[in-house]
Every structure is written in structure tokens, then in C-alpha cells.
């Protein structure tokens, strides 16, 4: 008869028995703590074998080498944003400050804001181009924007046009011949917008008249129109633009006392209007009806109508006039009038030419500037110079204009000088005074790009934008609301 095992010799069993499985199947001693699962041997310290959760990545702290890696979240740098857990560039045009969290909600990028005088240009800001100002806020991630401001003033008789860089044309002041192309016949002291049949590229503003060249390099012209020089073969008077038809290949154009020349791509000149004096260059004084072309000039680079004359540089950097003659204005020498293109005489390195009422300005490629004809008002027979002079005191100059009976220049520290007529102050030197041979400098203004000299006011453009004007005012042609003269330079109204 068996005998039944005591308590304590089937605990005693059972120990044993769980001694032999654990050495034959690995089983741990009870007793023991439990230890980690085995890393598998591809498993870093910057890896685990559980994959991270998306938007994480493993890490073990620097103190604690053996430890389990504990997954942190991705955070985005600079210009990144978060898509479906991913840090991604933010796209064209727009930006987020680093910090996203990848593990978290996907997040988007705000747009770049352009400051102050800045525009868009492919998705990024960029700064406006020299006289153009634009507010702060375009919004880098849309479409281009364009900074806006005055691409060219330019002075006529008695009024004024002003052609924005978006190619709108504002004009002011004396209208009674339409020069002011709004559809009217009164004078502005403001500027008035003109309808224009397309964007226009440049202007031109003579004494009694106006002309625009557009994109297409056609051109239009309105105001008085006696001898044709708004629209050969059209009514005396335009008050709005009207295309000069057979006109075509333009780059230039240039509106004179009642005349107006085109300057083609291939060098020729065309011009219409008055001819008693010469000043069309077709060998004789007989009205046109079309634009018609210069005799002998083929290779001109700039044109430059004065009151009853025209010169043209050329592309050896020499110059031609004709027309009128009575006070030496062509500078070939002598006091006669010429219906054809002559040369000026001893003139080289010519950059730029401008034809006043009785007097010529040449700009040199060394900043000098040489003079003919009269510019001191005089009004005999042979009291002008018929020669190219170098005009003493005149140095370091960038721009140069002619108006009726004075002169002015830029110079390259961009303050302006005059010389001529300063009856009513349009040599903006603070006072009124008789002629002034000397170049004078016209006082407050330090950063003007370009000038241009009018019947008996000046305008100047500024490299940020803005526009003065200072002389005479009568007929508003300043642009500031009044018609008082100023012998100072005066900000314009800007449109």
C-alpha cells in the first residue's frame, strides 16, 4: 500500500521539476527580476525595433546610454510646415517660423509681406525701380505687383505732363489749344488724367502741344494743330490724343515750338508740322502732311526739336542741325537758315543734345557741356555764338534740358545748375533776377535723376518718386494747386 505524499514533499516535487524545465527550456528563476526583451543586433541607440509613431524620432538620453529610446516629435525648421507628419518648404512666396510639431495637425505657411517700396517679382520682393514707390503689404505668394511713380515729367510752353510707371499720362496747367489732352479747353493747376489709347512709354510737351509714344512705337499727339504738328491734314485744335498715322518703329519722339520729329529704330527722322524755317529737314519750307523724312540722316541716335530748329546726335557721337539760324542755334558757323541736316563744327563725344528757343546744349561723354546760338536773351542779329563752345563752369553733368531762354543740367552729385533767363525763377536759385551766364545752383534739391527746361519754368524728377517744379505759374503749370510763381523748387500734386 502506497503511502500519499506529504504537503510538503509534492512542493518539494514541484520545485524540483520547474528547476529541470527551466534549464531545458530556458525558464527564468521566479525569484529574479524580469529582464528586457533582447535588442535585435541591427537596433541603435538613435533606433528602435517598434517603429517610431509618424512625425517622431527616436532619441536616448545622453546619461542613460542602455535605456530604451523614447520617441520625440520632429520639429520643423524655418520656412517649414507640417503635411501629413512631414516637415516640407513652405512654398513660393511665403514663410513660418521654425517650431512645427510633425506629430501633430499639418500647418500652413503665411505669405511674405513686401515693406515699403518693394514689389512682387516671381514670388519674391524686390525693390521698386529708381523714381517708383510702392506701400508695404503686396503679398509675395500672389502675382507680380508694379511699385508706382513718375517715369518722365516733361515742360512745355506753359504746361506740364507727367507719365507714370504704369504708363498713365497726367498733364496741367495752360489748355487753351487743347495741350492738356483731357477734352477740354481750361487750365488745371492739378493734374488731370488723360484717356490714351494704350500705355504709353514716353513723352514729349512743345510749346502749344503734346505728344505720347506707345508700347506699340506709335504715337499719338494733341493741343494746337495749325501747321499740323498734332495730326498733319487735322483740325487746328486736338484736346485729345490722336495718332499720327504712318508712323511706325518709333523710339523717340520730340515736340518743338510748332513742329515734331520721330526718331525710327533704324536711325532715320521723320518730321512734321511748321517748315518755314527749315526746322523739318526736307529741303524746303512747304507744309507736309505726313510725317516726312530728314535728308541725309540715317544713323541718329537722339533728336532734340527747339522752337524753330531740330539737331540730332549720331552714332559716331557727332551732331547735325537745321532750321532756323538767326541767332547761331545750328552752330555750324554761320547765321543762315538750313532746310537740310548740317553739321555742327568741331564737336565730338557727343551723349546728348537739347534745342532751346534761340540756343543749343550738348551733353559730352566727360561731363562737360558745350553751348551755341544765344542763350542770354539777346535778340540782334549775330549776338549768338554760331559755334560749339565748351560752356565754362558747366562740369560732372548726367542730364542736360534746353527750354525757351535757359538751360539746366543734373550733375552727378544729382543737384541741379542753370544758366539763362531768370525773369520769373526758373533757374529755382531762390530769386528772380535778369540772365545768369554762370551755372547757378538751384537750391533744395539733392537727388534729382532727370530735368527738363519749359517755356519759362523747370521740373525735376527725383530717384525716389517725386516731382518739383519752380518759375513761372500763371497758368498752374507748377502743379500745386496755386498760380503763384515760385523761384524755388515746389512739389508737384502727385496724381
Known amino acids: 500500500m502506497t503511502r500519499p505524499l506529504q504537503l510538503f514533499e509534492v512542493l518539494t516535487q514541484i520545485s524540483v521539476l520547474g528547476c529541470v524545465a527551466m534549464v531545458l527550456f530556458g525558464c527564468s528563476d521566479p525569484n529574479e527580476p524580469a529582464s528586457q526583451e533582447p535588442q535585435d543586433e541591427d537596433c541603435s541607440i538613435t533606433d528602435t525595433c517598434a517603429e517610431c509613431p509618424p512625425g517622431t524620432l527616436s532619441q536616448v538620453a545622453n546619461d ?30 511665403t514663410e513660418r517660423v521654425a517650431g512645427d510639431d510633425a506629430s501633430g495637425t499639418d500647418t500652413a505657411c503665411g505669405p511674405v509681406l513686401c515693406e515699403d517700396n518693394e514689389r512682387v517679382n516671381a514670388n519674391a520682393c524686390v525693390a521698386c525701380p529708381p523714381n517708383t514707390t510702392n506701400e508695404a503689404g503686396d503679398d509675395a505668394s500672389g502675382p507680380d505687383t508694379e511699385c508706382l511713380g513718375v517715369a518722365q515729367i516733361v515742360a512745355g510752353g506753359a504746361h506740364t505732363c507727367l507719365l507714370s510707371s504704369d504708363g498713365a499720362v497726367h498733364c496741367w496747367g495752360r489748355n487753351d489749344r487743347g495741350q492738356l489732352g483731357n477734352g477740354t479747353f481750361d487750365d488745371s493747376s492739378l493734374p488731370v488724367a488723360i484717356d490714351m489709347p494704350s500705355r504709353a512709354i514716353a513723352l514729349a510737351a512743345g510749346a502749344l502741344h503734346t505728344c505720347a509714344l506707345l508700347t506699340d512705337n506709335t504715337a499719338v499727339c494733341w493741343g494746337e494743330n495749325f501747321y499740323g504738328q498734332s495730326n498733319p491734314g487735322g483740325p487746328e485744335q486736338l484736346n485729345t490724343p490722336t495718332f499720327i498715322e504712318g508712323l511706325s518703329d518709333t523710339i523717340s519722339i520730340s515736340a518743338g515750338g510748332s513742329h515734331t520729329c520721330a526718331l525710327r529704330q533704324d536711325g532715320e527722322v521723320l518730321c512734321w508740322g511748321n517748315a518755314s524755317k527749315g526746322q523739318l529737314g526736307n529741303g524746303e519750307p512747304l507744309a507736309v502732311d505726313a510725317p516726312t523724312l530728314v535728308e541725309g540722316v540715317e544713323d541718329a541716335v537722339s533728336i532734340s526739336t527747339g522752337d524753330s530748329h531740330t539737331c540730332a546726335v549720331l552714332v559716331n557721337k557727332t551732331a547735325v542741325c537745321w532750321g532756323y539760324n538767326y541767332y547761331g542755334q545750328l552752330g555750324n558757323g554761320t547765321y543762315g537758315d538750313a532746310f537740310a541736316p548740317t553739321p555742327v563744327g568741331e564737336l565730338e563725344d557727343v551723349e546728348d543734345i537739347a534745342s532751346g528757343g534761340t540756343f543749343t546744349l550738348a551733353l559730352h561723354t566727360d561731363g562737360t557741356v558745350s553751348y551755341w546760338g544765344d542763350i542770354l536773351g539777346r535778340t540782334q542779329l549775330g549776338a549768338g555764338n554760331p559755334n560749339a563752345t565748351l560752356y565754362n563752369g558747366f562740369n560732372n553733368v548726367t542730364a542736360i534740358s534746353s527750354g525757351t531762354y535757359h538751360g539746366c543740367g543734373v550733375l552727378s552729385d544729382q543737384s541741379v545748375a542753370c544758366i539763362g533767363n531768370n525773369a520769373t525763377g526758373e533757374l529755382g536759385n531762390g530769386e528772380v533776377s535778369g540772365h545768369v551766364s554762370e551755372p547757378s545752383q538751384t537750391i533744395n534739391l539733392a537727388s534729382a535723376s532727370t530735368i527738363s527746361s519749359g517755356g519759362m519754368h523747370t521740373c525735376a524728377l527725383m530717384d525716389n518718386g517725386n516731382a518739383f517744379c519752380w518759375g513761372n505759374n500763371d497758368n498752374g503749370q507748377l502743379g500745386n494747386g496755386t498760380s503763384t510763381t515760385s523761384v524755388f523748387p515746389t512739389p508737384i500734386s502727385m496724381p
Open 64 to 93: 542613460a546610454p542602455d535605456a530604451m529610446p523614447i520617441c520625440e516629435p520632429i520639429l520643423c525648421e524655418d520656412n517649414e510646415h507640417v503635411i501629413e507628419h512631414v516637415c516640407v518648404t513652405c512654398p513660393l512666396g
